[in-house]
T-cell receptor, first 113, second 112 residues
Framework: DGGITQSPKYLFRKEGQNVTLSCEQN?????MYWYRQDPGQGLRLIYY???????QKGDIAEGYSVSREKKESFPLTVTSAQKNPTAFYLC????????????FGQGTRLTVV | QQQVKQSPQSLIVQKGGIPIINCAYE??????FPWYQQFPGKGPALLIA?????SEKKEGRFTISFNKSAKQFSLHIMDSQPGDSATYFC???????????FGQGTTLQVKP
């Protein structure tokens, strides 16, 4: 089945540690996105990538880093510089010619203790 | 100018009622307005979307009404069912961009 797979579903980390969230898609989509969701707020864009080996900052990129070495994969690293990392993280993808139609993964809930 | 404002924050209706969720935007360059439905612990799923060249779009029990001059759009759910209980997000983007600007979300509860 085609889709977007995020792993793990739940992640616990100690404060000060970097952590990497995985996002893989087999939809042959060109563009991939990372959003952060907090209670009572909409989704906010962290980073996005339109093609392999290229990515741009979104609205809240500070404290995060990404890579796009393969079309299928767009991992997100939450660094120790991110002041409030506990959140629900959502990965999405879309076709280049249908960029506006984003398909989302099931999310990773990160809790930093 | 990039914001999308959504209201109400939460909504409770009886089965069969017609919940209405409203959104407003400022950036007139937006040309794509989707609605997403999200169940607890899941990612959002595209429900219905509209472009500003039409004033209304229906898909099953879901209808988007769009008022370009007022820069507002709304989601109506006809004959609502308990299974419609979820969080609904409006969003806006420019078609070429792919960057979605989301509203704050509305948690809908449909009582049996």
């Amino acid at each position: 089945d085609g889709g977007i797979t995020q792993s793990p579903k739940y992640l616990f980390r100690k404060e000060g540690q970097n952590v990497t969230l995985s996002c893989e898609q087999n939809l042959n989509h060109d563009a991939m996105y990372w959003y952060r969701q907090d209670p009572g707020q909409g989704l906010r864009l962290i980073y996005y990538s339109q093609i392999v080996n290229d990515f741009q900052k979104g609205d809240i990129a500070e404290g995060y880093s990404v890579s796009r070495e393969k079309k299928e994969s767009f991992p997100l690293t939450v660094t120790s510089a991110q002041k409030n990392p506990t959140a629900f993280y959502l990965c999405a993808s879309s076709l280049a010619e249908e960029r506006h139609e984003a398909f989302f993964g099931q999310g990773t809930r990160l809790t930093v203790v | 100018q990039q914001q999308v404002k959504q209201s109400p924050q939460s909504l409770i209706v009886q089965k069969g009622g017609i919940p209405i969720i409203n959104c407003a935007y400022e950036n007139t360059a937006f040309d794509y307005f989707p609605w997403y439905q999200q169940f607890p612990g899941k990612g959002p799923a595209l429900l219905i979307a509209i472009r500003p060249d039409v004033s209304e779009k229906k898909e099953g029990r879901f209808t988007i009404s769009f008022n370009k001059s007022a820069k507002q759009f709304s989601l109506h759910i006809m004959d609502s069912q308990p299974g419609d209980s979820a969080t609904y997000f409006c969003a806006a983007s420019m078609l070429w961009s792919g960057k979605l600007i989301f509203g704050q979300g509305t948690t809908l509860q449909v009582k049996p």
